[in-house]
T-cell receptor, first 115, second 111 residues
Framework: EAQVTQNPRYLITVTGKKLTVTCSQN?????MSWYRQDPGLGLRQIYY???????DKGDVPEGYKVSRKEKRNFPLILESPSPNQTSLYFC??????????????FGNGTRLTVT | SQQGEEDPQALSIQEGENATMNCSYKTSINNLQWYRQNSGRGLVHLILIRSNEREKHSGRLRVTLDTSKKSSSLLITASRAADTASYFC???????????FGKGITLSVRP
């Protein structure tokens, strides 16, 4: 079964304490992306990766890091979380080979609260 | 930057009625996609329409695309209470495989 697995599902942390949200996919897709979802703002892209060792900033990259050491994993790192990073985070992947006519597959989300 | 904007922001209908949701966008696209999100869960892809297509059907879903007006509509026929969810349009301009999402429409279907 095609899956995008995010962990943890819920996370409460304090300002400044480094954290990592993991994302793994079993579809062998090159493209992976992180979004955050906030009320009234919709989904905004944080970072994306076109392939292993290739990452790029999205629309709201400040305060986040990512890495893509292997195809299936794309962790999101918050080196020093702040309360304005409290949000619902989604990892997503798509088949980016050939024409750009493929859907995104989303994980179930990580609800992060930073106090 | 927001590419797609959905309209209305919220829609409440009776079970059995049709629900029509609209999306407008600003720049040329390769395709436009509609997604559904149940409360707090991940988005699920519903339907994709390419820029050279005008209408597409999938079960009770009908999507239209008017590239001259830069707009799309999603019609859900014979709605059910289980259709209650948020619906998002997303545009694919072909740049960096990125999909840009609108803010979503909250659909409530009353039993």
């Amino acid at each position: 079964e095609a899956q995008v697995t995010q962990n943890p599902r819920y996370l409460i942390t304090v300002t400044g304490k480094k954290l990592t949200v993991t994302c793994s996919q079993n579809m062998n897709h090159e493209y992976m992306s992180w979004y955050r979802q906030d009320p009234g703002l919709g989904l905004r892209q944080i970072y994306y990766s076109m392939n292993v060792e290739v990452t790029d900033k999205g629309d709201v990259p400040e305060g986040y890091k990512v890495s893509r050491k292997e195809k299936r994993n794309f962790p999101l790192i918050l080196e020093s979380p702040s309360p304005n990073q409290t949000s619902l985070y989604f990892c997503a992947t798509r088949d980016a080979t050939g024409a750009h006519n493929s859907p995104l597959h989303f994980g179930n989300g990580t609800r992060l609260t930073v106090t | 930057s927001q590419q797609g904007e959905e309209d209305p922001q919220a829609l409440s209908i009776q079970e059995g009625e049709n629900a029509t949701m609209n999306c407008s966008y600003k720049t040329s696209i390769n395709n436009l996609q509609w997604y559904r999100q149940n409360s707090g869960r991940g988005l699920v892809h519903l339907i994709l329409i390419r820029s050279n297509e005008r209408e597409k059907h999938s079960g009770r879903l009908r999507v239209t695309l008017d590239t001259s007006k830069k707009s799309s509509s999603l019609l859900i026929t014979a709605s059910r209470a289980a259709d209650t969810a948020s619906y998002f349009c997303a545009t694919d301009t072909g740049a960096n495989s990125k999909l840009t999402f609108g803010k979503g429409i909250t659909l409530s279907v009353r039993p």
